[in-house]
């Protein structure tokens, strides 16, 4: 029963407020995002009055049992948000058992929907058992703590038994390095400067002393280091065209923009520095190859073990046949950086984030950047990548891509399609912008529960926290704190164990619940010309 006039409008505001509260992180990132702010706040706040409406219709008009309706309503709803209008699948219900890993293990079989659906469940079942959802009898009160027990038993007894499976038995080890620079758009030049050579100081520190740790203790280097989303400062070049084709214009702006990626690496382990670059004398070696080439052949000669890097960066476009140098579409990438000291494969983020990389109608309307902090919106990337690590096939993911549960899937399909299995995922990120609010805390719960719905390890790398080594069943194996400078070397293992989530089931139930739940509403809008022409014909 519903109280009080008008209780469908209290219950949005009351659910407005809570959206407000739980998303005023968002604000942190610059004032001009504040309309993203109170607009997704508005929009996710429709859906608990939805929620209620479609559970009474359910309970009252077709005789469905509240412990039932509240669940397949509730995940149904948490599927419609975190796939209309690009999605938003923060702060789930099932997030908030993120820390009771037995509970969060059937996210293998349902994703993070079904997670929510059972405690939906729970809790439909105590109110219904205890008499507070209206009239049952003593059978329906039975029935009820039926469900509950018989739910209950089966979660536990299902996470406890995939927490005690087998481990793996190939392995990678991953040193991360976080940062701690706040992330802000300089005013001027001078203060961009300021600001990217901070960034450059703590990353270049922060790998050496993870190398020289692990030395310390003897321990072998790791077979990957990897640094947060965009932390990188040298920029990434491809050219578009026919290779045959290409000036030498475009040629050397490629070759030279790699050469200072290699540079930019080398000097953030501490194996080339000005004196150790003077020694380097450009007219020696092969001189029927460039510079550049030369370059590598000489240190290539030194003998210096390179550790792998796996590094967030920008990614600029060209075009291969132009004689002149003219950047665009401009990407957000993870690129790796191999043994080689060669770019060996780079990922560009698919799935951008509204009004931080892109604003709706930006293209159309360009003037609308001119009240952004950011000069034009970034280009998605296409379709995944897959990066050999150790023993490992690691697939990377940047930002907020990892709080999408349909994308992640559906790039591990994509890669395994083409026979291609990922053992362990990355996600590259700069979650400083939203500085030590809990919106860093709900990214974390999102990739530990993507662990477990892909039965993958995950490995984070973010700028200002958290960053974290998370294994297969969704468990911290260690992590940096929020607001400060981090790093750590974590072993992770391939999962013998198979996720038919991924493979099977995937977001099926949840779509099936999304249609249950609008169903009260297609009917209602279907019904409601029929209900005008017969009061017409009365009257």
Request: hydrophobic content about 45%; proline content about 6%.
């Amino acid at each position: 029963m519903l109280f009080g006039r008008r209780p469908y409008v209290q219950i949005y505001l009351g659910s407005l407020l809570h959206q407000l509260a739980v998303l005023w992180f968002i604000c942190l990132a610059h004032p001009a995002v504040a309309i993203g702010w109170i607009g997704l706040s508005i929009y996710l706040a429709i859906y608990l009055p939805l929620f209620v409406a479609a559970t009474r219709w359910w309970h009252h008009r077709c005789g469905v049992p509240v412990w039932i309706a509240v669940p397949i309503v509730w995940a149904g709803g948490e599927w419609l948000r975190a796939n209309l209008f690009t999605g938003f699948a923060m702060n789930l219900l099932g997030h908030a058992w993120v820390d009771q890993p037995i509970i969060i293990q059937i996210a293998d079989l349902a994703g993070g929907y079904g997670v929510s659906a059972a405690i939906a469940l729970w809790g439909a079942a105590i109110a219904a058992s205890v008499g507070l959802t209206g009239s049952l009898g003593r059978f329906g009160r039975a029935a009820a703590a039926a469900a509950l027990l018989i739910s209950l038993g089966a979660v536990l007894g299902y996470g406890a038994w995939r927490l005690s499976g087998p481990e793996g038995t190939r392995t990678a080890t991953i040193g991360v390095v976080q940062g701690n620079v706040p992330a802000e758009f300089p005013a001027t030049p001078e203060a961009a400067q300021t600001y990217w050579d901070e960034i450059e100081r703590q990353y270049r520190d922060g790998t050496r002393e993870l190398l020289a740790s692990l030395a310390e203790r003897e321990l072998p280097p790791p077979d990957l280091i990897v640094w947060p989303e965009s932390k990188f400062t040298a920029l990434d070049v491809q050219a578009d065209g026919d290779p045959t084709r290409f000036t030498t214009p475009a040629i050397d702006e490629v070759d030279g923009r790699a050469l200072a990626i290699e540079i930019r690496a080398l000097e953030a382990q501490g194996l080339l520095d000005d004196e150790t670059l003077d020694r380097f004398d450009p007219r020696s070696g092969d001189r029927s190859t460039s510079v550049h080439e030369r370059f590598r052949v000489w240190f290539g000669e030194r003998g210096d073990p390179f550790v792998p890097m796996l590094v967030g960066l920008q990614t600029a476009r060209i075009d291969g046949d132009s004689p002149t140098i003219d950047y665009r579409d401009f990407g957000n990438s993870a690129a790796l950086v191999g043994a080689d000291r060669r770019v060996a494969a780079r990922y560009s983020k698919n799935h951008l984030v509204m009004f931080g990389e892109y604003v709706p109608f930006g293209e159309t309307f360009p003037w609308i950047y001119t009240v952004m902090p950011f000069d034009g919106g970034m280009k998605a990337g296409r379709g995944p990548t897959a990066m050999t690590v150790g023993d490992l096939l690691v697939c990377p993911s940047i930002c907020f891509e990892s709080t999408v549960p349909h994308l992640l899937r559906r790039q591990l399909l994509e890669l395994q399609r083409d026979g291609t299995r990922v053992d362990a995922l990355i996600n590259v990120t700069d979650d400083s912008w939203f500085r030590t609010s809990a919106g860093l805390d709900l990214h974390l719960a999102c990739n530990r529960f993507r662990a477990v719905e892909l039965r993958r390890a995950m490995i984070v790398a973010a700028n200002g926290g958290i960053s974290a080594g998370i294994d297969g069943r969704g468990q911290l194996m260690v992590s940096g704190a929020k607001g400060t400078e981090a790093r750590f070397a974590v072993t992770v293992t391939d999962t013998p164990i198979e996720s038919l989530y991924l493979t099977t089931v995937g977001d099926g139930p949840a779509m099936l619940a999304a249609l249950l739940s609008l169903l009260p509403f297609v009917l209602a809008i279907v019904a409601r010309p029929g209900r005008r022409f017969r009061r017409s014909a009365a009257e």
